[in-house]
T-cell receptor, first 115, second 110 residues
């Protein structure tokens, strides 16, 4: 049972435009969400996170939106740059119950930024 | 430089031949974890450790063992590898929920 789902295996966006990556979850106990970025032959690197007490968190070109009622979060990248081409993983944890360290990951979305 | 290191980076082995993948971190993190990444499944947690001598099963622990005898090291042991353990493995460490990942070990079991 996939508790965190990224339904789009791939996404192609023009350089300079907005990239929107989506993630859905089923476990209502999740209270902390993260996005990781992964380049080939490297480990995932932390990008941005959001607590369930917020509905938006912004860091430079990256913004994460959380819709708790829909159990949905999204990552917006504006403007998209060629270096953003990577696989993006959504992850969630139920910090109050299991601690911050127990992460559940989605399947990943491969983002390609075209010049 | 703060980092998580894994060795080896690539390994091809045969069914049943015991192997160990090492993981070391220099950030003095209490928490360490092992994941495997498979196509269409994302990263799945194998084992984790909250501190020295404290380990627990993740979501897919079958066929794996771990130990945490010192804070910086968290080796992953496959006592009798099988082809279904062919995968990309990542070690991670953290203190406050944000996990920092190693570069990965690509394991092929023939």
């Amino acid at each position: 049972d996939q508790q965190v789902k990224q339904n789009s295996p791939s996404l192609s966006v023009q350089e300079g435009r907005i990239s929107i990556l989506n993630c859905d979850y089923t476990n209502s106990m999740f209270d902390y969400f993260l996005w990781y970025k992964k380049y080939p032959a490297e480990g995932p690197t932390f990008l941005i996170s959001i607590s369930s007490i917020k509905d938006k968190n912004e860091d430079g070109r990256f913004t994460v939106f959380l819709n708790k009622s829909a159990k949905h979060l999204s990552l917006h990248i504006v403007p998209s740059q060629p270096g953003d081409s990577a696989v993006y993983f959504c992850a969630a944890s139920a910090r109050e119950i299991q601690g911050a360290q127990k992460l559940v990951f989605g399947q990943g979305t491969r983002l390609t930024i075209n010049p | 430089e703060a980092q998580v290191t894994q060795n080896p980076r690539y390994l091809i082995t045969v069914t049943g031949k015991k192997l160990t993948v090492t993981c070391s971190q220099n950030m003095n993190h209490e928490y360490m974890s092992w994941y495997r990444q498979d196509p269409g499944l994302g990263l799945r947690q194998i084992y984790y450790s909250m501190n020295v001598e404290v380990t627990d099963k993740g979501d897919v622990p079958e066929g794996y063992k771990v130990s945490r005898k010192e804070k910086r090291n968290f080796p992953l042991i496959l006592e009798s590898p099988s082809p279904n353990q062919t995968s990309l493995y990542f070690c991670a460490s953290s203190t406050r929920g944000t996990q920092y990942f190693g570069p990965g070990t690509r394991l092929t079991v023939l």
